[in-house]
């Protein structure tokens, strides 16, 4: 392998302005105008510094799949970064035919009564930081950590899933309808 290659196996992100951030040990935390998020890398073969006003990420071994690895680590930083600055949102519509879906808030769940006419509520776990709005046939998740507000949608929208019918015709659910990033109301 080559020098060139091998310089090719450390990268460095960018800090914001408005972002300051921590390293102890394997844990990254992430503080802005939104927020503080933490993130661990203890099970991901990177090494991180912290330097001035950039991270530098290091990788052990000089493969292919480190250099992937690397890169990953790279783009999640970035998005934490972004996150506590911005935000993002997710807008999901209730989407019913004949009984009327509706879903409510309750502590750190969404309860999605009436679904198909079930007596029970069905019952979907809020992630971490992530607010969550009911207005009438919408939901509207936002929050400061991308892979929590994804998530919790994620869960939403399985609790709904039909099972043992024919997904063509039954398309009762709740449904993601957009994606942004910056928190609405």
């Known amino acids: 392998m080559s020098t060139k290659q091998a310089e090719n196996f450390v990268t460095s992100v960018e800090i914001p302005d408005k972002v300051t951030i921590s390293l102890k040990k394997s844990m990254l935390g992430v503080s802005g105008p939104l927020g503080k998020t933490f993130k661990n890398f203890k099970k991901i073969p990177v090494l991180l510094e912290i330097q001035d006003k950039s991270i530098f990420i290091k990788t052990p071994r000089n493969r292919k799949k480190d250099f992937a690895i690397m890169n990953t680590v790279k783009s999640i930083i970035r998005t934490l970064c972004e996150g506590v600055i911005v935000g993002y949102t997710i807008r999901m519509k209730l ?64 609790k709904t899933k039909i099972k043992n019918k024919d997904h063509r015709v039954f398309l009762d659910g709740i449904y993601i309808s957009s994606q942004s990033k910056g928190i609405e109301k």
Not at 114 to 140: C, L, M, P, W, Y
């Open 95 to 158: 989407v019913y035919a004949h009984f009327p879906i509706t879903a409510k808030v309750k502590n750190k769940q969404v309860l999605i009564e009436n679904f198909q006419g079930e007596r029970s509520a069905r019952v979907a776990r809020i992630h971490g930081q992530t607010k969550v709005v009911s207005k009438g046939d919408e939901i509207i998740l936002t929050g400061p950590v991308f892979s929590e507000v994804t998530q919790s949608a994620a869960e939403i929208e399985q």
